[in-house]
């Protein structure tokens, strides 16, 4: 786990071996004490070079051992020891040194980086801080602006960043462990105190206070409620202010409180839960590991419209050539200049060259004859996607898969139209596509495991977390999101306001509430849909709109608005009130407020006095209770799944795990328990009622979320 090397010249090399990322876990950290302590007795060995096998230095402490009991060397000791020791200690990082890897670097006397060395200091984004001595040693280094910085958000940064902060002595195009080696023979004799970051005095200045305060604003205001990085904040300042042993009491103190809290193991949860959302598995029994994705080079995109632009940009961004289809010149030329704009300001940003030679627009079908891939983004409307899919099967050669952007739409009545059923695939992108992480891939019953590995992989590729989810009305996310949504309507109704709902939900830490995000979206979206699909018609009276349609209570509050021309921020108006149309600062409107209590007064309504907990409970139980139906009906493979889409498509806050994770923390019996009492009070709301699979995960003991997969009957996946 720690191969000790003696090397010809005076100096010995530890290599972490421990792939694929050569996590510091227990074996590893006992091989790295065990060889520094062989390489102290040798009289020969002057100087030690740490280094990484696979040439990647460290991806930091072995995260799977924080969920047992942690044995072996401790990490903190083991760091100090080395920064400690009479012989000369060099860091030779390659690949990545992050959280554990990057402290432990920093406890060698000096530190070496390749070019492409990425480092930072990331536990923030795992619910704590860099607990070996990271959060004293850091600033010491860089001074306390960069050191929070870096602590407070975990932003991993480039060799060549590392060395303007002064984190790496010298960075090399080449081998650094060669570089390292020749940087160690140089010093070989020189004091070692000055190098000892711990020996040094804290760089105390006068406006630590200030820095610290503004540094606490600004994580209070992006992180919402997350614990984690106020403490660094804390740790840090202990260090501007405190001895370096006081400093890493400091450290430790609030190390332990964050260690085991529930926000660490739900940031720790969803860290494996998005990795885990790779390893996709079909019905059939394909598999991520069974099944071959051929390659992709050449992408159509049909529509230039949002969406169809934000997919295109990511195409290119990634090395793709792109061929973009619009019907008409004039949506053509709108697309063009939007997705050239987009694309050319991004390379400003990142300071690469343009990719726009990657990008071909047109007006004919004719001209995707050569694509591998196809993604439709025309508008939602299952005849129109139909027809752009049966002209598509007279241009396309015979393998070139099909894919949907759709945010519901049924891919296998789509995929019926084609020549090709088994090479269709939804593909759901999330607006704006270029920007926001999750990718829904949807199979149909008739999608071939292949064409399933192909779109997995083009999303991958285009830095997307993919998640493989079945055919059904919404998938995973819009299938929930309608329940959250009802709910939130439903307590409008009963007495709440938007910015009630809203406030509870942020407190409990969206980034935006529910009816802030539908004014950012455009209320006549769903509006749009509502029609279509038939929920709202000729025969609803607009003026007194019925309460009741398809069997079960229905809202129509949003239609009114929309009737009123209120569609959110596009018009300045919408459940909030805007400055102009356009403007994103919301601003309750008392307008809605009058609207609302006539509306109530209308249909005999009582408001209530809706507390923030019943709107966490109503909105939060709902989307779980929907989850657990989802798994029963093998629409997800696992609650993993489920969590991994709300928590990069829905923003559901990550130190909350998502909502599986939530019902899990919360305790299912309670879950149920309070789903029984909603339901019993809104026996029009079918939705409230339980489901089985809820129902008999707390018959059976309520187990531990990461064993619910042995309790699903439908389920296909085994990670
Ligand atoms: C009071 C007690 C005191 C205890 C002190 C504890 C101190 C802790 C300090 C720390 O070091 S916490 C850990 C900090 N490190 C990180 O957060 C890094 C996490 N990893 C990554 O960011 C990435 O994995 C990577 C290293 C940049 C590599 O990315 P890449 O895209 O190439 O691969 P992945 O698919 O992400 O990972 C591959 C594989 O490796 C697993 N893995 C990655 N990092 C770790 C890790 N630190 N521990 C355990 N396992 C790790 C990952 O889960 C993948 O596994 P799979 O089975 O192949 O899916």
Redesign the pocket.
């Known amino acids: 786990m720690a191969r000790y090397t003696r090397l010809t010249e005076p100096i010995a090399l530890i290599t972490l071996n421990n792939p ?2 050569n ?2 876990s227990s074996a590893v950290r006992s091989g790295i004490v065990d060889s520094v302590s062989q390489a102290l007795k040798d009289d020969q060995v002057k100087a030690v070079v740490f280094c990484g096998e696979n040439r990647m230095f460290s ?6 051992e924080f969920s047992g009991s ?1 044995s072996g060397p401790p ?1 903190v000791r083991m760091i100090h020891s080395i920064e400690a020791s009479e012989k000369l200690m060099v860091a030779a990082i390659e690949g ?1 040194a ?4 990057l ?1 432990l670097a920093l406890g060698c006397h000096y530190r070496v980086a390749n070019t492409k060395a990425r480092l930072g200091l ?2 923030v ?2 619910g704590f801080l ?3 001595g990271g959060t004293q040693r850091l600033p010491r280094l860089t001074g306390i602006t960069a050191a929070l910085e870096l602590i407070t958000t975990g932003r991993q940064i480039s060799a060549q960043e590392a060395l303007q902060l002064g984190i790496v002595d010298q960075v090399t195009e080449g081998n650094a462990v060669q570089a390292a080696m020749e940087l160690a023979l140089s010093v070989i004799g020189q004091p070692l105190n000055p190098r000892r970051l711990s020996l040094r005095p804290p760089v105390w200045s006068a406006d630590v206070d200030s820095v610290c305060e503004v540094a606490l604003a600004r994580v209070k205001q992006h992180s919402r409620g997350a614990m984690a990085p106020v403490a660094c904040v804390q740790a840090v300042r202990a260090a501007a202010m405190l001895p370096y042993s006081k400093g890493m009491e400091k450290e430790r103190q609030l ?2 409180t964050l ?1 085991r809290s529930s926000q660490a193991r739900a940031l720790q949860y969803a ?2 839960a998005q ?1 885990n959302a790779g390893k996709w598995s079909l019905p059939n029994g394909a598999r991520w590991n069974n099944t071959k994705a051929r390659d992709v080079q050449r992408v159509g995109v049909i529509g230039l419209g949002t969406m169809g632009r934000g997919i295109a940009v990511s195409l290119v961004k990634a090395g793709l050539s792109v061929v973009a289809l619009e019907s008409d010149a004039k949506q053509l030329e709108s697309g063009k200049k939007a997705v050239t704009a987009m694309l050319q300001r991004d390379a400003q940003r990142r300071g690469v060259g343009s990719p726009l030679h990657l990008l071909t627009f047109a007006l004919s079908f004719h001209q995707l004859k050569d694509v591998d891939l196809v993604i439709e983004a025309v508008f939602e409307d299952m005849n129109l996607k139909k027809r752009v899919f049966s002209d598509l099967c007279k241009v396309l050669r015979a393998g070139t898969l099909i894919c949907t952007n759709t945010s519901g739409l049924n891919v296998d009545e789509l995929a019926k139209v084609t020549d090709r059923q088994h090479l269709v695939v939804g593909m759901h992108f999330f607006a704006p596509a270029h920007v926001m992480k999750l990718l829904e891939v949807v199979y149909g019953s008739r999608s071939s495991p292949e064409a399933v590995a192909v779109a997995m992989a083009l999303g991958k590729r285009i830095q997307k977390v993919c998640v493989a989810v079945g055919n059904c009305p919404g998938f995973v996310g819009n299938r929930m999101l309608k329940l959250y949504m009802d709910q939130s309507l439903y307590l409008l109704e009963e007495g709440a306001t938007p910015e009630q709902v809203d406030q509870a939900l942020e407190e409990f830490g969206f980034a935006m509430g529910i009816f802030k995000v539908a004014d950012l979206s455009g209320l006549d979206v769903g509006w749009r849909v509502r029609k279509a699909s038939g929920l709202i018609g000729p025969d609803i009276d607009p003026v007194n709109p019925s309460r009741w349609r398809l069997g079960q209570r229905y809202c129509p509050l949003p239609d009114m608005l929309c009737q009123q021309g209120r569609f959110g921020q596009k018009t300045g108006r919408g459940w909030y009130l805007y400055n102009s149309p356009g403007s994103k600062e919301a601003k309750p409107d008392p307008e809605i407020l009058n609207f609302l209590e006539d509306y109530r007064l209308k249909y005999g309504i009582t408001p209530q006095r809706i507390s923030s907990q019943e709107v966490i409970e109503r909105c939060a139980f709902s989307l779980a209770n929907e989850g657990f139906r989802i798994l029963e009906d093998g629409i997800a493979a696992g609650p993993e799944d489920i969590d991994v889409i709300y928590l990069f498509g829905y923003g559901w806050p990550r130190h909350r795990g998502g909502p599986m994770f939530y019902a899990s923390q919360v305790g299912l019996s309670v879950v149920l328990e309070k789903m029984e009492h909603y339901h019993r009070i809104h026996p029009d709301v079918p939705s409230l009622e339980p489901s089985r699979l809820l129902r008999r995960l707390v018959a059976e003991g309520s187990p531990p979320i990461q064993q619910w997969r042995n309790h699903i009957k439908n389920l296909h996946s085994q990670l």
């Open positions: 694929p990322v996590a510091l991806g930091g402490a072995d995260i799977k942690m990490l990545v992050l959280g554990g890897g402290e990331p536990e984004t795992l860099p607990g070996a190390m332990d260690f860290f494996f990795r």
